[in-house]
């Protein structure tokens, strides 16, 4: 029966308690509930962690009893690749918008040193989105599509041996953000008695490396029992088939080999119905509360920390959010100024060294400047030398010149005062010119 607390009464008197009189009619929440969540339909995301090859599509076919679209993967990717696609599936009533994650190229390159950073850049980006939606004004989380993976099936090659470092490093690296349920792949490839110790062998290979993996929880009595019976068998060996074979006289999923039948919901053959009931039918709530209360609410401190908000000031006095805001814009500010001032200081010693530069090279361009005056002078007073030299030469030779013609003319004039004697002469003595040795006499 519901008991009511009167709030008014005094705190050491007896509380005064009141029978509600008739039905109150809270009994039908889970029936709203239900029926809310039935017309809302459900999310659920699932990532296959697993090589090429190992049967990660026929697993999901086999689980969902339908055929995905998947296209087999090539071992020649240059690195891991995420592939999501989502499918709307309704059972009775009940809607499920089924996102399936496949890792395309996982375990395929010489160096897999990186093949666990897409993996956990798909988780992050995924609560991201989810973040921003949450921290939107107006905020429409009611019709949301949450594609925050929610399971995560990592499949382990069926090597009966250990676990590869490539399978605990991936899954050291996803143990803090998603819900992982390791399982063997292709289990029909095990022998019985060597699939036991493989179990305890990964079972503490895990628990020795440190890494957390989905633990099926026990708090709720309905599924406490079954969950606790169940976490004995993981990881889960599953084998996958679409495949119809007739056993008896009814068809069952299985795989055909020569020797024998391999029944994929036959209990005693495979895992395959433990993990399916795990996953769908028992536990999907808790993988899809998990993620929202755990791995999204640890993604969400860590990024809200990192933007600079915090519950509590250095005392460890409660802060606002308000008061967080004030103090990061205050912060923000100051930087803000600080990085002005910086700037303006950078500029302000720029420009004091371009100066300096300038004057520099001003001082050097009048160095120069009169050095070219110098030596112009000192040429300049080499030419006037020079041209004075000629001028001098050129007098001297002027003068030179003179007395020459003026030899020259004394010597014509004495010339033809000696033509017009000599001429005087012949007319006087004409026989004398025309006699021989007379004539050599003259030109003596
Ligand atoms: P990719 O998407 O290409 O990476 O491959 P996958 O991991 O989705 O594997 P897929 O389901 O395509 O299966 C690959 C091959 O393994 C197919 O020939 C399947 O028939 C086979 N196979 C799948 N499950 C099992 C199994 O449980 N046991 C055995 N023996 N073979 C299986
Ligand atoms: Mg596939």
């Known amino acids: 029966m519901a008991v009511a607390v009167d709030r008014q009464s005094p705190q050491n008197e007896d509380l005064r308690t009141l029978g509600l009189s008739g039905h109150v009619g809270f009994d039908s929440l889970p029936d709203q509930l239900v029926n809310k969540s039935t017309s809302q339909g459900f999310c659920f995301n699932i990532l296959c962690v697993g090589e090429t090859g190992i049967g990660k599509s026929t697993l999901m076919d086999t689980i969902f009893n339908t055929k ?4 087999p993967a090539s071992h020649n990717e240059p690195g891991v690749k995420l592939k999501a696609r989502s499918y709307e599936l309704q059972e009775s009533n ?9 890792t395309v190229g996982f375990g395929d390159q010489i160096n897999k040193d990186d093949s666990y950073k897409p993996i956990v850049e798909y988780i992050d980006a995924q609560f991201e989105a989810y973040l921003q939606e949450e921290l939107k004004i107006r905020r429409s989380l009611y019709n949301y599509h949450d594609t925050r993976v929610h399971a995560c099936l990592y499949f382990i090659a069926p090597t009966g041996h250990s676990l590869k470092s490539l399978d605990l490093v991936t899954m050291k690296k996803l143990d803090s953000k998603v819900n992982i349920i390791p399982i063997i792949a292709k289990a029909d490839t095990i022998a019985k008695n060597e ?3 493989f179990k305890s062998k990964i079972m503490s290979e895990l628990i020795s490396n440190g890494v957390q993996i989905y633990q099926f929880p026990t708090d709720e009595e309905t599924v406490a029992e079954i969950n606790a019976t169940m976490s004995v068998h993981l990881p889960f060996a599953v084998v996958g088939s679409t495949e119809e074979v007739k056993i008896g006289n009814k068809m069952a999923k299985a795989r055909q080999y020569p020797w024998g039948v391999v029944q994929v919901e036959n209990e005693t053959h495979c895992d395959f119905v433990k993990l399916r009931e795990m996953l769908i039918r028992v536990n999907m709530e808790d993988l899809r509360e998990q993620t929202h209360t755990r791995h999204y609410e640890l993604y969400r401190r860590c990024k809200l920390e990192e933007m600079g908000f915090k519950d509590t000031d250095p005392d460890s006095k409660p802060f606002s959010l308000q ?4 103090a990061k ?6 930087e803000l ?3 002005e001032e910086e700037m303006r200081q950078m500029f302000v010693m720029r420009v004091k060294e ?5 004057k520099e090279a001003e001082k050097d361009l009048h160095e120069k400047f009169d050095h070219l005056k110098r030596t112009h002078q000192e040429e300049k007073k080499k030419l006037e030398d020079k041209k004075k030299e000629i001028e001098d030469e050129v007098n001297s030779f002027q003068k030179k010149k003179a007395a020459t013609q003026l030899l020259q003319s004394q010597a014509q004039q004495a010339g033809s005062q000696q033509a017009k004697k000599d001429k005087d002469k012949k007319k006087a003595f004409p026989f004398l010119i025309h006699s021989k040795r007379w004539r050599s006499m003259f030109t003596l």
């Open 323 to 326: 008061e967080t805001y004030e």
């Open 68 to 71: 995905f679209e998947s296209d």
């Open 337 to 339: 100024q600080r990085k």
């Open 94 to 102: 009940v809607r499920l918008k089924l996102t399936i994650v496949d």
């Open 329 to 334: 814009r205050n912060e923000f500010l100051g």
């Open 354 to 358: 371009k100066e300096a530069e300038l």
């Open 195 to 197: 699939l036991h110790k």
